[in-house]
Structure formats: structure tokens, C-alpha cells
């Protein structure tokens, strides 16, 4: 079995700040990937940056950037020169190859203050 | 659009009740998932779908929820029997044949009164 967990069930940032969100995660498979999904209040939930486990460079897009420590199991998503924009739920999840099931934490509640 | 799409977006039934959910995947996809969101929570599987392979169904929560897909098109989600505890969203999504990346619906909304 295969478990997410997202600790932090919300967090505040400061416009233009930086804020890390956190994540850790089990499994016994070595081949897998890692996701940050962003869910806005529209519900829509939108890819922010995901990670295959084989490749030791960490992931970036733009302001997102994750810390992937592999023997740890830890995930954590840094976001960069916050934005109102970036105030939403994110989650973070797992799946085992491709076309496989994702398993999510519960998610983390970020607010950007202006 | 080239998205996800889900009907409805929220559906209001009474408890006892049949309701049916759709998902149209994007085209070409051949996998497809049904997860469920209850308040405040994560997402939870129900049920995978891939090409013509025998589906997933380890999530489903009891015998009155399941899912039907036909090829690569739409799929249903019927819940029989409605619970107050099935009120949640219930989310769609697809994903091409060889990759990871899953593109999710917008959700439909259910509330069991």
C-alpha cells in the first residue's frame, strides 16, 4: 500500500514571499512519480510540477520548485514570489508508473496575504 | 474545448434516490479515473478505466456505486440508492497512453438531502 501525508493543514505567506509546503510519502515500489496538484475555489485541480523518481535533479517550473530527497521519502513544494494567484489547496500525490491510480495527501490550505 | 468535461456540475438528489455521473475524457486518452473529494479532504480512487482492459474497481466504497465506460468515450458513474454520506465531488480524469500526467474534470457536485 502506498500512503501520502501532508501534515500542514494550512499556511499563510506574505505577497512576494516564499513559502515551502510539505510532504512525505510511503511506498515499496521504486518506480513512481510525484505530483502537486493546485485546487483554486473553481475546483478545478491543475498539475503544478511532478517528479519521477528515478531522476535525482529536482523539478522546476518557474516559481514552483520541489526538494526531493528519495531516501527520506520527503516531497515538499517551494513556491517562489508568491502571488494572490497561488492562494489555493494543494495536494500532493503519488502513482505507481504510468496510467495508475494517484493517491493524494489531504491537502494544505495557503493563503497569500497582499 | 480540448478539456475534461463533467455533467452535471452539481446535482441535488434525495436520499434513496439513483443518480448518474458523465465524463468525457479528451480525446484520445485511453485511461481514465473517477476519484471522489468529501469536504475538506483529499482525493480518494474509485474506479480506472484503460483501453479495453478489465477495469479497476478496488476503490469503490459498496456495491451501489459503479461505472461503465465504453472504448475510449464517456463513462458513467451510477450511485444507487443515494446516501447522505455520498455527498462529496466527484472528479474525472484521463490521461494518455504512456504517461503519468492525469488532466482532471471540473467535478460534479453532489448533495444527498
Known amino acids: 500500500a502506498q500512503t501520502v501525508t501532508q501534515s500542514q493543514p494550512e499556511m499563510s505567506v506574505q505577497e512576494a514571499e516564499t513559502v515551502t509546503l510539505s510532504c512525505t510519502y510511503d511506498t515499496s515500489e521504486n518506480n513512481y512519480y510525484l505530483f502537486w496538484y493546485k485546487q483554486p475555489p473553481s475546483r478545478q485541480m491543475i498539475l503544478v510540477i511532478r517528479q519521477e523518481a528515478y531522476k535525482q535533479q529536482n523539478a522546476t517550473e518557474n516559481r514552483f520548485s520541489v526538494n526531493f530527497q528519495k531516501a527520506a521519502k520527503s516531497f515538499s513544494l517551494k513556491i517562489s514570489d508568491s502571488q494572490l494567484g497561488d492562494t489555493a489547496m494543494y495536494f500532493c500525490?503519488?502513482?505507481?508508473?504510468?496510467?495508475?491510480?494517484?493517491?493524494f495527501g489531504k491537502g494544505i490550505t495557503l493563503s497569500v496575504r497582499p | 474545448g480540448a478539456g475534461v468535461s463533467q455533467s452535471p456540475s452539481n446535482k441535488v438528489t434525495e436520499k434513496g434516490k439513483d443518480v448518474e455521473l458523465r465524463c468525457d475524457p479528451i480525446s484520445g486518452h485511453t485511461a481514465l479515473y473517477w476519484y471522489r473529494q468529501r469536504l475538506g479532504q483529499g482525493l480518494e480512487f474509485l474506479i480506472y478505466f484503460q483501453g479495453n482492459s478489465a477495469p479497476d474497481k478496488s476503490g469503490l466504497p459498496s456495491d451501489r456505486f459503479s461505472a461503465e465506460r465504453t472504448g475510449e468515450s464517456v463513462s458513467t458513474l451510477t450511485i444507487q440508492r443515494t446516501q447522505q454520506e455520498d455527498s462529496a465531488v466527484y472528479l474525472c480524469?484521463?490521461?494518455?497512453?504512456?504517461?503519468?500526467?492525469?488532466?482532471f474534470g471540473p467535478g460534479t457536485r453532489l448533495t444527498v438531502l
Open positions: 480524469a484521463s490521461s494518455r497512453p504512456a504517461g503519468g500526467e492525469q488532466f
Open positions: 500525490a503519488l502513482t505507481h508508473g504510468a496510467n495508475s491510480k494517484l493517491t
